[in-house]
């Protein structure tokens, strides 16, 4: 477990730092256009990878640990919502790249995405480092 948790964190820098790179190569560029596609893909990866290796094991220590229940619970609602959002930005772009409110919406989803990894690093990390 101690593998993924180094890959899960390499996952999570490769995230924040595309999204860093899209705001300053500008959403409408070809290069932040190119990043903000790899950070799609990235996105993607990164939510399957948890859904196979991350978050089974906590459901499993979950099952004996209420305060535990409570938060998985919290935090799977807050990511229908963040994946709900960033899913019909990727949408929105896809049909209308050029829309002048891109910028704005990525700017938004990014300060969704940054926050929800602070929150896993932080608080669910912390729990399943206690199970290795």
Known sequence: MSDYIKTWRKEHAKILGAIIQVIGLDVFSRA???KLQELKRALESHLLSEDLNF????????????????????FASDMDKITAEVRAFFRKEENDPMSKSIPAEFRRISVMIQSRISREENILMKELEKLT
């Open 55 to 74: 978050y089974p094991a906590l459901k499993k220590a979950a099952e004996t640990n209420a305060d535990l229940r409570r938060e998985l619970f919290l």
């Open 32 to 34: 932040g256009q190119m």
